[in-house]
């Protein structure tokens, strides 16, 4: 089995930015797709960003422009740098190691424990 832990998370002022980083354990990391999702109370957990095993990459209109998602192989890590921060970005993020058909990211049961991000008005 693959074990996910997101870290990273922290309280920001509106502008602001933070990097979360999904750091996984296992053999196989490597082959799967990765997504960001957010989620908060009462609300469906929501996809924001995907990456393909092979570097390809795919944002929601929401944070397009703000987010950048990238992962280091070597390292079995996978990062969202989360610039110019809205009260909206609010919510659990968490990571995902999945699929990608190249327009959109499929979570598996592959979950990590979700880092809590809140942006102060």
């Known amino acids: 089995q693959m074990h996910l832990m997101e870290s990273g998370g922290g309280l920001v002022q509106a502008g602001g930015s933070l990097r979360l980083s999904c750091a996984a354990s296992?053999?196989?990391?490597?082959?799967?797709?990765v997504g960001w999702y957010r989620q908060t109370p009462g609300k469906q957990r929501d996809l924001v960003a995907g990456?393909?095993?092979?570097?390809?990459?795919m944002y929601a209109d929401s944070v397009k422009g703000r987010f950048t998602i990238s992962r280091d192989n070597a390292r079995n890590t996978v990062y969202l740098q989360m610039n110019s921060l809205k009260p909206e970005d609010t919510a659990v993020y968490y990571c995902?190691?999945?699929?990608?058909?190249?327009?959109?990211?499929?979570?598996?049961?592959?979950w990590g424990q979700g880092t809590q991000v809140t942006v102060s008005s």
């Open positions: 990456i393909s095993s092979g570097g390809s990459t």
């Open positions: 995902n190691a999945g699929t990608y058909n190249g327009l959109r990211h499929f979570p598996t049961d592959y």
């Open positions: 296992g053999s196989i990391f490597n082959i799967y797709a």
